[in-house]
């Protein structure tokens, strides 16, 4: 399928090692995150959520970090296998339902 | 496959023309959200539709309308098409009660305006 963003961030990483993709968010008042999986030719995938009450959340083999001083999102994916190579997005919650979405990571993995 | 169904999948037409993009919500799912995605400007929310009425509004052309049907499946409608137009466009749906937040999309449609 035709990548989406050819320019942007990528992030290369070993096969069996951890990987961390970040973001910035931009609205103190966002209260509410996800990150999603586009893989190539695909529709965004839902990965993992997070509400602003909270700084942690763990799903399998996924974390995501919440840090609301600094604005900041991360996503660490435990013992990165090859099927974890996507575009990442991670996505802020507005107003109502208004979901704004970040531009997107690259992550390769090398084998 | 998350449920979500979306036609055509590939759509190429002329600039000034008239499409429509149809989506089909995931069996359950009352709220229909459309993106448009492209290379510059990444996942752009465009409207929401949940129940058949307008539920939110991001950054959708006044070429661009939407509406959800009592069957609850929507269509996009995109007129005056102009290249810039071309893109992807997603359709997702999200659930009733306490996850109503979480989106499942389906696959797109790849939009090519000439």
């Known amino acids: 399928g035709e990548s989406v963003g050819l320019h942007l961030p990528t992030l290369s990483v070993q096969e069996g090692d951890n990987s961390i993709i970040n973001c910035a968010y931009s609205n103190s008042a966002s209260d509410y995150f996800i990150w999603y999986k586009q893989e190539s030719g695909k529709g965004p995938q839902f990965i993992i959520d997070i509400r602003s009450n909270m700084d942690k959340r763990q799903g399998q083999r996924v974390t995501v970090l919440l840090n609301k001083t600094v604005k900041h999102l991360s996503l660490q994916i435990a013992a990165t296998q090859p099927g974890d190579s996507a575009v990442y997005f991670c996505?802020?919650?507005?107003?109502?339902?208004?979901?704004?979405f970040g531009p997107g990571t690259r992550l390769s993995v090398l084998p | 496959d998350s449920g979500v169904t979306q036609t055509p999948k590939h759509l190429i037409t002329a600039t000034g023309q008239r499409v429509t993009l149809r989506c089909s919500p995931r069996s359950g799912d009352l709220s229909v959200y459309w993106y448009q995605q492209s290379l510059d400007q990444g996942l752009q929310f465009l409207i929401q539709?949940?129940?058949?009425?307008?539920?939110a509004k991001g950054n959708i052309l006044e070429r661009f309308s939407a509406q959800q049907f009592p069957d609850l499946h929507s269509e996009l409608n995109l007129s005056s098409l102009e290249l810039g137009d071309s893109a992807l466009y997603f359709c997702?749906?999200?659930?009733?009660?306490?996850?109503?937040?979480?989106?499942?999309f389906g696959p797109g449609t790849r939009l090519l305006v000439l």
């Open positions: 539709y949940y129940n058949g009425e307008e539920r």
């Open positions: 996505a802020e919650k507005l107003s109502g339902q208004n979901f704004v």
């Open positions: 997702a749906s999200s659930p009733r009660g306490t996850r109503q937040e979480t989106q499942y």
